[in-house]
């Protein structure tokens, strides 16, 4: 694989003010779905203002303040336990849901008089002794890393209050996998209005972050930097990253007032919901040594990544492909070459030494290659997000989402045509800069191709 370092304009891809709708009938789909799925009396989906997107899947309510719950019962009963603050916000939700009063979620200090206790609401909504309760959490850990007990990423407060009622610890069963699992979760496989917003989100993320690149310049503040990046008030799916320096760099911390120095090392991340980019090289605008010595050894990974995957293909073979291309230039993947992604920004994955499941249509999929070693003062990465899609599920997005495929297919034809990268049809770039890594910030007209 040859790589050179050339002059490539990037196109405007167009992004969108306004935020695809998903109609209230696929979030009533999903819930029942998920009760179906979980072989018990009750659900309970748990929620807070960091670990909001499984319930927002299922409701489109993302908890602002406080903790909330979505719980699912016979003959279609849904309710929504929330807080003060939660009712504020209430609107939003989407399927038939009761709605209750849970103040002992809202902050502390505000006024509990006005709702039962956690306990007296379950038991009011019908939860009883000998009930049978799954509860999804915010993620969870296999079987194997906590021996024969069930572990729940929910607050202790919760669970016991459910054990309480129930009886006993063996009526609760934690579901989590059942949304959460890489292959078969509810949330690994996208409907297309579901892709819509996640191009909304993808697009203006990566038009925003490519703002931060071109902004960033030797002598001005980190902040100054960011600044660039035309912040409209879109969900953000983690913190802003942005580090610069010639000593070992801490790539996931928040901008600050440094400033920033020609031959800085520089790594930079924005995610919306939909997701992420990221671009890390250095504050240079010429650097012959660095590109052949760590930048064009990293992005043979990442084209080995793009050429590689598609409907069909196994994650262990995509993690194989990679890892292999990337040791030739004495580097390796930190984590794992790729995840789902979504509403939040890593939702699980596949892409593991030896793994046999296959990419999917409809899969939403980040691009995620961290490389390491790395020297002091050294960065590298470039993540993008794509969609995977088979013939029948393009012909609907074409079909339904017109404007939006005419994206798709212009980054597309600019991958291949431009950048020289041989993707199948199957991959959906939703970036507004696919592919597209210029390693040097100060000419970020400059980036790395196929030959």
């Known amino acids: 694989m040859n790589i050179e370092w050339k002059k490539v304009e990037l196109p405007d891809f167009d992004v969108k003010d306004e935020m695809p709708e998903i109609p209230r009938s696929i979030y009533e ?52 336990l929330i807080g003060n603050e939660g009712i504020i916000y209430e609107s939003v939700i989407k399927p038939d849901v009761e709605i209750v009063l849970c103040q002992s979620f809202s902050l502390m200090g505000q006024d509990r008089t006005k ?64 949304v959460m699992h890489p292959i078969t979760g509810l949330r690994a496989h996208n409907e297309v209005e579901q892709l819509a917003v996640f191009e909304w989100g993808a697009a203006r993320a990566s ?43 801490v790539g996931l911390r928040s901008p600050s007032g440094k400033q920033i120095e020609k031959g800085d090392g520089i790594f930079t991340a924005l995610g919306y919901r939909g997701g992420l980019s990221c671009r890390a090289g250095l504050v240079e605008a010429e650097n012959e040594e660095f590109l052949n010595k760590w930048a064009i050894p990293y992005y043979k990974g990442i084209v080995a990544w793009y050429e590689t995957a598609a409907v069909g293909i196994k994650g262990g073979d995509v993690h194989k492909r990679v890892t292999e291309v990337m040791e030739e230039g004495g580097l390796r993947p930190l984590l794992n070459p790729g995840h789902s992604t979504g509403m939040d ?22 691009c995620d290659i961290i490389p390491t070693p ?66 040097l910030f100060l000419s970020p007209d400059h980036v790395l191709v196929v030959k």
């Open 345 to 366: 920004e890593w939702l699980h994955t596949f892409f593991t030494p030896g793994n046999d499941d296959v990419i999917a249509s409809g899969m939403a999929i980040q």
């Open 29 to 80: 789909t999903r819930c029942e779905q998920l009760y179906r799925a979980c072989n018990s009396k009750w659900v309970v989906v748990y929620g807070d203002r960091e670990h909001f997107a499984n319930m927002h899947y299922f409701t489109e309510f993302d908890p602002r303040w406080e903790e909330a719950l979505l719980i699912l019962g016979p003959n279609n009963s849904k309710y929504m």
């Open 374 to 439: 790395l020297a002091d003062g050294i960065q590298l990465n470039s993540e993008d997000m794509v969609v995977f899609a088979d013939e029948d599920l393009r012909q609907t997005i074409k079909e339904k989402y017109p404007e939006m495929w005419k994206r798709v297919k212009a980054r597309q034809y600019f991958m291949r045509d431009s950048l020289g990268i041989n993707i199948s049809d199957d991959i959906l770039p939703f970036s507004t800069t696919p592919g597209y890594y210029a390693p």
């Open 207 to 249: 038009k925003a972050l490519w703002n931060i690149v071109k902004g960033t310049k030797p002598g001005i503040s980190e902040f100054e930097a960011v600044s660039h990046m035309g912040y409209a008030g879109e969900p953000l799916t983690m913190f802003m990253n942005y580090a610069t320096g010639k000593d070992a760099i």
């Open 115 to 178: 709702s039962k206790k956690l306990e007296d609401i379950l038991i009011d909504i019908g939860l009883a002794k000998g009930d049978r309760v799954g509860v999804c959490g915010w993620k969870y850990v296999e079987l194997s890393e906590v021996g024969n007990h069930q572990a729940y990423f929910v607050p202790t407060f919760i669970i016991d209050c459910i054990q309480t009622i129930i009886g006993s610890s063996e009526g609760l069963t934690d579901v989590t996998k059942k």
